[in-house]
């Protein structure tokens, strides 16, 4: 059985070493340690900016390269990057139940702390509303974990058949060999979410309302190649791709 894979969960408070890794005699640091894993970042926009902007080539390439005076070293680290935040200072941006307190330059302020070219290299953005006491309360049972996980396999077994045989051209794992949807190059992504002419009207004309870049052109592709991995569909349907657009709610600049 395989070893269970690491989940690293730093305090906001941590250090550009602590994060990223450094020192006299460089080490790694919590972005290396889930390599493989998962680092999840709790209040997002409360950790230091530095330290989320130098994040970004590593989130991007998989790896990252510490210089000092004692040498240079270069660390896996290659992740799945889970962060949460507030819509607001306050919190109750868009609560139905509480008014928000925050002015609009309050909001536009918290937000920007997170800056465009980072958003860009997470591939999904959700909302979470609050759960009310009814459905606190409600002891119907939901999906169970074990039809979740098989389904999830069934997902990765396919996108691991689907890269079989391309040796590299990404940047996750082992000299670059990719295995998941994530890691695809551009070239791969033109191959495997090749979409036809009537979604790709429908691609540009979300890209042009929500002014999205090409990154994240790219990465709506690879999220719409998920979703339908997860249906089982050997090609992206409208379905698939809307859903994926959906998953850009921070590129929206709305207030409420």
Known sequence: ????????APHHTISDIGLLGGGSIPGPGEISLAH????????????????LEVMRQPLEDGHVTISRSAGKVTLPCAFMLVAA??????????DSKH?????????????????????????????APALGIAELRNEAPGEPSSAIRARVQAARDRQIARFKNTGGGGS?????????????????????????STLGDMLQQAMEQLSLSAR????ILKVARTIADLAGSEKIESNHLLEAIQYRSLDRKVFY
């Open 1 to 8: 059985m395989p070893p269970p894979r690491p989940v690293r």
């Open 36 to 51: 493989h894993g998962v680092l999840f970042l709790d209040e997002f926009p409360e950790f230091k900016r530095s330290a």
């Open 85 to 94: 935040m507030n819509p607001c200072p306050c919190g109750y941006l868009g």
């Open 99 to 127: 008014e928000c307190r925050c002015s609009p330059s309050q909001i536009q302020r918290y937000r920007a702390r997170i800056s465009g070219p980072l958003l860009d290299r997470i591939d999904i953005h959700i909302e």
């Open 172 to 196: 996750g794992g082992a000299a670059g060999v990719v295995t998941s949807n994530a890691r695809m190059s551009h070239a791969q992504i033109r191959k495997h979410c090749a979409i036809d």
């Open 216 to 219: 994240a052109y790219d990465r």
